[in-house]
């Protein structure tokens, strides 16, 4: 007679719970920590270049990261607007900050900077980490992180820039305002644009995605669309403070002009970066400074477009990622800087948030991925090193 075995029972797994956050926390961590080591590591191999016999010290490597408009905005904080004509032209967020950061930490106003800066790069990180997994999942999360500080422009996070400070309010903005929590992103675009001028652009993406929220007529409409209507008080109440201490409300737009900003029409300035390549070798600063530039913004707009067409296009839902970043290549394309047109485009870049959400799901093929990041990781240390000899190149 046969006999009957009964199989063991399977053992009762309990599920796994995601926790987000943690997550994007800890990736953030991890990303930032990789790049610091790496920036460290070129800030003081650097010097064997220069013939130095020793490496530098921390202090010097702080130093050399307080180049250009780094050590304006230390001196903001320092001495406040009154120092120059042109100073104005520097929002005041992250100057608060390093002389709110300098009353706790020794060191200096340049630690303190540094500090802030590397405090927002991390939490800028951990923001495109949750923006993008809230999108499109968590590998796509984990490559758009990589990919922004692998950015070859993304060592701005990590010296005493506001780059960082920026995209950690505008993407915190973003997905708040995704999930519904209106007054916060009001409050996040308006830190924002206290932070820089380009912060107001934060209003149309963000009235886009409450209008397809809530539905498109008017009376549907809530009390706290009101929150949108916050994003431009940052630059509002630095135009006051402009009027009351600097005679003109207008201070830092004509601070601006001193350093020779001026506005086209969208495109003429990358047709005039173009041009004035014209006439000089191909490895002339001149030409380099043009190809960074206007091939930057150029490939920053490639990717918006795939964000719109083809097999990695965006849904429909997803609209107000696009009209970010369009709008922010828009602005790139149409401004002049002093001698050189679109001088800081290649970094202003990085404010376009969804090329790097297109460009995290183009790289779930292994190769692009690995690409993406070695070109961007090995261009980053040579534009690290450039901005250290303080080259024009790159400022």
């Known amino acids: 007679m046969e006999t009957l075995t009964l199989a063991p029972p399977r053992p009762v797994t309990a599920p796994v719970v995601r926790q987000p956050w943690r997550t994007a926390t800890r990736t953030g961590f991890a990303v930032w920590a990789t790049l610091t080591v790496l920036h460290l590591a070129v800030s003081a191999l650097a010097a064997l270049s220069r013939g130095e016999n020793d490496a530098p010290g921390l202090w010097s490597i702080g130093l050399a990261w307080n180049g250009w408009d780094a050590g304006h905005y230390v001196r903001i904080a320092e001495e406040g607007y009154h120092i120059g004509p042109g100073f104005p032209a520097f929002f005041p967020l992250y100057p608060l900050l390093i002389r709110s950061f300098d009353v706790i930490l020794p060191g200096g106003p340049l630690i303190s900077a540094l500090v802030v800066a590397n405090l927002a790069a991390w939490g800028a990180l951990v923001m495109l980490h949750?923006?993008?997994?809230?999108?499109?999942?968590?590998?796509?999360?984990?490559?758009?992180?990589?990919?922004?500080?692998?950015?070859?422009?993304?060592?701005?996070?990590?010296?005493?820039?506001?780059?960082?400070?920026?995209?950690?309010?505008?993407?915190?903005?973003?997905?708040?305002?995704?999930?519904?929590?209106?007054?916060?992103?009001?409050?996040?675009?308006?830190?924002?644009?206290?932070?820089?001028?380009?912060?107001?652009?934060?209003?149309?993406?963000?009235?886009?995605?409450?209008?397809?929220?809530?539905?498109?007529?008017?009376?549907?409409?809530?009390?706290?669309?009101?929150?949108?209507?916050?994003?431009?008080?940052?630059?509002?109440?630095?135009?006051?403070?402009?009027?009351?201490?600097?005679?003109?409300?207008?201070?830092?737009?004509?601070?601006?002009?001193?350093?020779?900003?001026?506005?086209?029409?969208?495109?003429?300035?990358?047709?005039?970066?173009?041009?004035?390549?014209?006439?000089?070798?191909?490895?002339?600063?001149?030409?380099?400074?043009?190809?960074?530039?206007?091939?930057?913004?150029?490939?920053?707009?490639?990717?918006?477009?795939?964000?719109?067409?083809?097999?990695?296009?965006?849904?429909?839902?997803?609209?107000?990622?696009v009209a970010q970043g369009a709008v922010t290549l828009v602005m790139l394309l149409s401004t002049e800087v002093g001698g050189r047109s679109m001088q800081s485009a290649a970094r202003y870049t990085m404010e376009a948030v969804a090329i790097f959400l297109v460009l995290a799901r183009i790289g779930s093929r292994p190769t692009v991925d690995r690409a993406v990041v070695v070109i961007g990781v090995g261009l980053q240390a040579v534009l690290l090193v450039v901005f250290m000899s303080g080259a024009f190149l790159v400022a």
């Open 130 to 321: 949750r923006l993008a997994d809230h999108e499109f999942g968590p590998k796509v999360a984990q490559r758009a992180t990589w990919y922004l500080a692998a950015f070859p422009m993304g060592f701005y996070l990590f010296i005493g820039y506001n780059e960082s400070l920026f995209l950690l309010l505008a993407i915190g903005a973003l997905y708040a305002g995704r999930r519904g929590h209106w007054w916060l992103a009001g409050v996040l675009g308006g830190l924002s644009s206290a932070t820089r001028l380009f912060g107001v652009l934060l209003v149309l993406p963000l009235a886009i995605e409450y209008l397809r929220q809530v539905g498109w007529r008017p009376r549907l409409l809530r009390a706290d669309v009101l929150g949108i209507a916050v994003v431009p008080l940052g630059a509002v109440a630095y135009s006051v403070y402009c009027a009351i201490e600097l005679g003109s409300p207008l201070a830092f737009s004509i601070a601006q002009d001193q350093w020779g900003r001026q506005y086209t029409v969208p495109g003429g300035a990358w047709v005039t970066a173009i041009q004035q390549a014209g006439g000089h070798r191909v490895l002339h600063p001149a030409t380099i400074g043009a190809v960074l530039d206007a091939g930057t913004v150029l490939i920053g707009a490639v990717l918006l477009i795939l964000c719109v067409v083809g097999r990695f296009k965006f849904r429909r839902d997803q609209v107000y990622l």
